[in-house]
């Protein structure tokens, strides 16, 4: 396995796998198959609904605590937790330093551990300053080993660096031929941030996307040129820029596939060409819409003043979530 150092000296596996929607009847053998295949990083979150599962499965199989790295993610507060399935929190969300540790300790509960590898701020929520306090806290007591953000884009985290002293140690964004990220993946490894890349292949809302980026014929191309699937070929651009990437899976050829990406190198042309594919276009999660929790002087950013980072994002939703989006 290779490993990304963060910039507080933790190692990280640079191949993790992500969990998000593995169905529950496959979660098992999915997550014991990947361990015996090498495995070590495991990406979960508590709006997944599986911390729990993923704890009672290592415990049960004999795997060691110190034997895997697992990353989780915060969302809004502990009235979140309650409603997040029927849209409440957006109405009568109570925001307070108090209820974001509820949170933080509920994913300690369900993953039934003393410690947590990497903990992150899911989205850029309209408190996700107080929410980083809290987990600089948690931080700094030694219960969490790192932590960073997901989705943040460059004032979320110029706003960040007003009020801590403590770098993030990762930015988990999405990654694809079709936005290729360069700017912000950029920024991020300059001052240290490593860069996590997640739903590089698209997920439940359309499989289009993903179509569009495993069947592009410059990318089958490339794939046949090195004997390796398409999706080896994105997985390997991606960890040649120093990316960490968690493909999800429970197709068990595509977890052995995901994982066998580190014993052959794209040339310098092969992996411009793929760069070549970006269109700044988001699959899922549109960053750009979360600007209400910055400090003002950030809501002037020339990112969000440009219509084309936005137009995507709502072309992909109704417009009655438009507004919803926006915390």
């Not at 990316?243 to 052995?256: A, D, E, G, Q, R």
Request: charged share 25%.
């Amino acid at each position: 396995m290779q490993y990304v150092k963060l910039n507080n000296g933790i190692e990280m596996p640079q191949v993790g796998l992500g969990t998000f929607l593995i169905p529950k009847d496959k979660l098992e053998d999915t997550l014991i198959k990947a361990y015996d295949m090498g495995y070590r990083q495991f990406d979960t979150a508590w709006r997944y609904y599986n911390e729990a599962d993923i704890a009672r499965i290592f415990k049960k199989h004999g795997i060691k605590r110190e034997d895997v790295f697992i990353t989780t993610k915060v969302n809004i507060d502990a009235f979140y937790y309650g409603g997040y399935k029927y849209g409440i929190h957006r109405i009568l969300n109570r925001r307070n330093n108090v209820s974001i540790e509820q949170a933080i300790l509920k994913s300690f509960d369900n993953l039934d551990t003393e410690y947590i590898d990497l903990f992150l701020i899911h989205n850029p929520w309209k408190i996700f300053m107080d929410m980083w306090e809290v987990l600089e806290k948690f931080y700094k007591e030694g219960r969490i080993r790192a932590i960073g953000v997901s989705n943040f884009l460059q004032p979320h985290i110029e706003a960040l660096s007003e009020i801590s002293d403590v770098v993030p140690a990762v930015n988990q964004i999405e990654i694809s031929p079709l936005n290729a990220q360069i700017e912000l993946t950029k920024y991020c490894q300059d001052r240290g941030i490593a860069v996590e890349a997640m739903s590089t292949f698209s997920h439940f809302r359309s499989v289009e996307p993903r179509l569009e980026i495993i069947e592009h014929p410059l990318i089958l191309a490339i794939a046949k040129k090195h004997g390796k699937s398409t999706v080896q070929i994105v997985l390997r651009w991606l960890v040649q820029r120093g990316i960490i990437v968690i493909p999800k899976t429970w197709n068990m050829v595509h977890l052995k596939e995901n994982i066998s990406i580190l014993d052959f190198e794209l040339s310098v042309d092969e992996m411009a060409e793929i760069t070549s594919l970006n269109k700044g276009r988001y699959l899922n999660y549109n960053p750009f819409v979360a600007q209400r929790g910055l400090p003002k002087k950030y809501r002037n950013w020339e990112g969000f003043k440009n219509p084309d980072n936005f137009t995507d994002m709502f072309n992909n939703f109704p417009a009655w979530r438009k507004w919803l989006s926006i915390y």
